[in-house]
Structure formats: structure tokens, C-alpha cells
């Protein structure tokens, strides 16, 4: 097993152009000997798309392809290369039960709408299987029991309503009387026919089976600016303009400035993939605190992991995020007889205010415009959910998932379209002359690996000081809306507390919504 200092990206340092890279310094298990997808496209032509989608993630690759199939010419514009966001950062949990709980989603919205939803949920997992049939994929799929289980009386009472309201909804559940971890519990429900799979290997199938269907995929194609040209939109990217009469934002959260920032909250969630000397579970558990821990067993190549996760926090609201994977490993060594960490990574998720992801039109934007947005730790299967949704309505012209997932239910606050006004693309600028390398130097009282956001004459100047102890420096004010960024030491990466943008070292875009890099600070070597 290789060692995991040394899974590290390219923009890190370490060469991995031939495999498959993610926005983190720590590998997960989906990346590891999975090559990188080379595109058969690699610059543009000036043909007019029917739908440009923006970002190539499980969300982007699955929605490009149904409109590919319902006769639509659709391009994919990837800003880094495909998987590389939360797709590549995933659990892999195909769930027809969510984190936002039926009894939840019945008391805010309704019974019909808690049934709408596990209908949208069950059509989901129907497309994925579906799709690993019809391409015969290999991504080792298997359907699964998933476990909801309580530890103490105030969460038994809480499973108990979740029960009713799930049978209520539709969901296929009953009682547990025995566990696939060995955890002690109060109360056990089972979720049947939910799934797991390989995320990486199944998104590079069903980008070959875009392409070969004739769409095309440009990675390294970051999109800056949408522009609407009576009915058709013109997109500016890195490698030209794109001229498309719809458009939808797959890049988990929509770049720029919008109402939708501020009704999704970003989070991080850790995982790690372990050995076992025996007692891998057989389905999907999960157990009910805040945050909570959810488990299943992947194999790959004939070697079986534990795939554990949980300690979620908001992004940038934890000063040491080693610490996250700390706690997480005790509690897993706890319960299980681990042999080794063999991968650890954690991931990015956005959590939607009123529990229910947003898709549809993007509010503020032309109707052409769309989105999918906060789909929480439910990505797998909102994905899917995107997928069937934004097909239907750019074919039909509706979908009957339109009111339920709408995101124009959120209503902004007055003043609002100034305040979008003033704050879009925020690059502060410094006066580069002004900094002394030989006097950040000494004010930069840090480790080789380590960072701060440090003071000097009256400027916030973010560091990282790298192995070789040379400095890093930028401006620490996000180019989203001018928040400051906080340093994560687990993934090296500059991360937003507001509205979960995500730089490298050097301040290049990793996560929107910032849609331009950290201004990078010339430390000129004068004395």
C-alpha cells in the first residue's frame, strides 16, 4: 500500500497527472489507480448547444447524458478534470432516506410532498442501476439493507416518528433486531433495496457513453462569465465562448454571487477506509447523533475496506481539521478490530436551509438558466434526482418535481440585487512593493507544512510555508463576497467560512461559488 503523504495532487507539488485528482491533498479511495479521463474533445468549435452544462461531476456526467439520450446536443464544461469535486470525495451511499428525515420533510412540507420525495429518491436509484446495466459498468454495485439505528431514549423516540413517517411516505422499511456493526442500540428500522457503488469508475463509464452518444466534454474549461444574447446564452471560458440555448450550474454550488449562497450552508464531512482483521459489515448503518456516523464496506480488486465517516462541522469553522480524522479513528478502533488506516479524505457538502435541495431555475438568472444546489449528504441520489428532473423539464417544458424542488421558493431580502451588485468577483487589491519577504520571513513564525493568515502594516496576508520552507503567499480575502479564509490543514487548502469557496496554496479556484483565484502576492527579495 502506498503511503498516504505520498497520494498527493500535481498543483501540491508531487506529479499525478495519470491519475484521477480531487480538490484535497489527501487521496481518497476512489482515486487510487483510477487513471486520469482523457476527453476526446480538448478544444471548441462554433457549433450552437442545446444545453451547456457546467461542472463534471456525478451530477453533471449523469444529466448530460439523459439529455444526450432525449435527442439534445449538450457540451460539459469542467473547470479541472471530471470527479474532481465531491464526486471524487463521496461515501458512495445510494439512499432512498435522507439526511433531512421523512417526519421532517412531512412536518415543513406536507405528507404528499415527504412521498414526492422518496418517489423522486426511488426513480433515482432505479436510473443508476438502470444506467450500470445498460452500459454494463463494472463499479461493483450492489443493492443493500441500510440500518437506522438509536443509542439512547430521546433518539429512539425520534426513530420511532421517522419509522411512521417513512411507512407513510412509501419507503420499503420494517424493524431490525440485529445490527451489521457491532454497535449496542436501542432501536433498529432497515431501509431496503438501497445501494453502493464505485463512483469514479461508474461517472468515467457514463462520460465515454456522453461522448460516444455525441456530446462533448472540455476539462480544464472554467466558465467566468454568462452572457444572454436574445434567446441563446453566450459563455465566456478559459478556452473560448459558448454559445447554448440552456444552461444548467452541476458544480454543487452555482459560481458568483446568488440568493442560493445564503440559503446553503457548506460543511465538511470526513472519511477513512480502513483494513479490518474481520467484522466488515455486510449493508450500509447509520447512527443518529449530530453529527452522525455512517458506515459499509467497499471491495476493490478482491481487498475489502471499512468505509467509515462522520465529525461533519461547517467548512473553515474547524481550526485543525487533523484533529477530525483523530476523533474519527478513535471511535472507529472502538468498535471495530482495525488493522490499519489504509485512506482518509474528507469532503465538501452543501447543506440546503429548509432541508430540500434546490433545482430548477436559477433565481436572479434568465429562464434558460438552471441549477442543483444543496443537495446535502445526499449527493448520490439528488444527482440522479438532477438527472431525471432537469431532463424533463428542458424537453417537456415541466417536471413534477418543478414546485417541490424549486429553487425560486427562496424569496430575497430587500436590497439584495445591490448587494450582488457590489460584491460579485471581489478582488482586493494590494500594493505589491509594500512587502518585504525578509520581514514576512521573520513575522512568518511557522512549520515547514503549516499556515497562518498573519498581519503586516496593517494588511491580512495569508501563508504557507511548504516542505522545502519556501513561502506561499496570497490575499486571504475570498474573491466570492471578500470573506477571510481559513487554512485546512488536512486537505492544504485555503477554505472560505462563508459560503465554502476553496483555494490551492497558491490561491487557484478548487470550489465555487469563487469563480476567480486569490490574488497571489509577489514577495520581491528586497531588503
Known sequence: MIRLKNLRHSFYGINKKNFMQR???????????????????????????????????????????????????????????????????????????????????????????????????????????QNIQEYNIDCEYNEKDGYLFSQNEKQTKELEDIYEASKKAGCEIRDAHLLPVPMEFHKAVVYERQAQFHPSKYIVALANAFEEAGGIILQKCRVTAVHKKDDQLEVETFLGKINAAHLIYATHVPPGVNLLHFRCAPYRSYAMALALKDGYPDDLAY????????????????????????????????????????????????????????????????????GLPYIGHLPGNPDNVFVSTGLGGNGMTYSHVTALMLTERIVNGKSTYDKLFNPNRVKPVAGFESFVKESADVVAKFIGDRFNKVKIKELAEIANGEAKVVKYEGESIALYKDEKGGLHAVNPACTHVNCIVGWNTAEQTWDCPCHGSRFSMDGEVLTAPARKDLEKIDLTPHE
Open 23 to 129: 480538490d484535497g491533498a489527501l487521496t481518497s479511495l476512489w482515486q487510487h489507480n483510477m487513471p486520469e479521463y482523457n476527453s476526446k474533445s480538448t478544444s471548441l468549435n462554433n457549433q450552437i448547444y442545446d444545453v451547456l452544462i457546467v461542472g463534471g461531476g456525478i451530477t453533471g456526467i449523469t444529466t448530460a447524458l439523459q439529455l444526450q439520450k432525449a435527442g439534445k446536443k449538450c457540451i460539459i464544461a469542467e473547470a479541472h478534470s471530471i470527479g474532481f469535486g465531491t464526486t471524487g470525495g463521496t461515501t458512495a451511499h445510494l439512499n432512498t432516506f435522507m439526511d433531512n428525515s421523512y417526519a421532517q420533510i412531512e412536518k415543513d412540507f406536507g405528507e404528499e410532498n415527504a412521498q414526492l420525495v422518496y418517489t423522486a429518491a426511488r426513480e433515482a436509484l432505479d436510473l443508476v442501476k
Open 287 to 354: 447512527d443518529m447523533y449530530d453529527p452522525y456516523h455512517y458506515y459499509r464496506t467497499q471491495e476493490i480488486n478482491g481487498k475489502k475496506f471499512l468505509i467509515a465517516g462522520g465529525e461533519d462541522h461547517k467548512t473553515a469553522h474547524q481550526e485543525n481539521t487533523e484533529e477530525c480524522f483523530r476523533r474519527l479513528e478513535s471511535y472507529l478502533r472502538k468498535h471495530f478490530n482495525v488493522e490499519k488506516v489504509a485512506f482518509k479524505w474528507s469532503s465538501q457538502f452543501f447543506a440546503p436551509a429548509d
